[in-house]
T-cell receptor, first 117, second 113 residues
């Protein structure tokens, strides 16, 4: 079974530039999550989708971050404009449904390492 | 505030020894806890989980203990191997929040051959 795919794996940009990350979840997984992981810390949930609808975006800095999952499969996370403190690994995870997502059923991709200079 | 945190940021053990990684949580309403392993350059990988109505759960070489009285859980790894070297996170699940996970800071386990 193919895992969660993310691209790019690494990205270096200057502050105030824009960047976008892409995620392809495991086939059949209705729930998709984006996490931000700052070096030395645990992942922090940014946004959770159920199919193409947003379940939780309470931790998403909406003045600069946006995410979409238009067809309920792939998702993109965008930062515009980027700040130095956005340097982190951005992880995508998916699960069959929200209930199973908490029951150990979240599968993580390898992440995109973003460096903002 | 609400948090899930770890007591020690780093742990170094000899190959073959047992490892114990600790985690404290603050929300007594949490009903599910998960341990993840994260190797360098990879996403977190599920290891074992435990419900709040349990005190202990065992897997292959791993055991999770939950003490609700002091809001503490631990991950025990038996006969630690070099391949166990990674950062370990405990995560708290709140079922009434749609499967949302709250992660702690992590403990880096280093296994010496």
């Amino acid at each position: 079974e193919a895992g969660v795919a993310q691209s790019p794996r690494y990205k270096i940009i200057e502050k105030r530039q824009s960047v976008a990350f892409w995620c392809n979840p495991i086939s059949g997984h209705a729930t998709l999550y984006w996490y931000q992981q700052i070096l030395g810390q645990g992942p922090k949930l940014l946004i959770q989708f159920q199919n193409n609808g947003v379940v939780d975006d309470s931790q998403l800095p909406k003045d600069r971050f946006s995410a979409e999952r238009l067809k309920g499969v792939d998702s993109t996370l965008k930062i515009q404009p980027a700040k130095l403190e956005d340097s982190a690994v951005y992880l995508c995870a998916s699960s069959l449904d929200p209930a199973s997502g908490g029951l150990g059923g979240q599968y993580f991709g390898p992440g995109t390492r973003l460096t903002v200079l | 505030g609400e948090s899930v945190g770890l007591h020690l940021p780093t742990l170094s053990v000899q190959e073959g020894d047992n490892s114990i990684i600790n985690c404290a949580y603050s929300n007594s309403a949490s009903d599910y806890f998960i341990w993840y392993k994260q190797e360098s350059g990879k996403g977190p990988q599920f290891i074992i989980d435990i419900r709040s109505n349990m005190d202990k759960r065992q897997g292959q070489r791993v055991t999770v203990l939950l003490n609700k009285t002091v809001k503490h859980l631990s991950l025990q790894i038996a006969a630690t191997q070099p391949g166990d070297s990674a950062v370990y996170f405990c995560a708290e699940n709140r079922a009434n929040q749609g499967g949302k996970l709250i992660f702690g800071q992590g403990t880096e386990l280093s296994v010496k051959p």
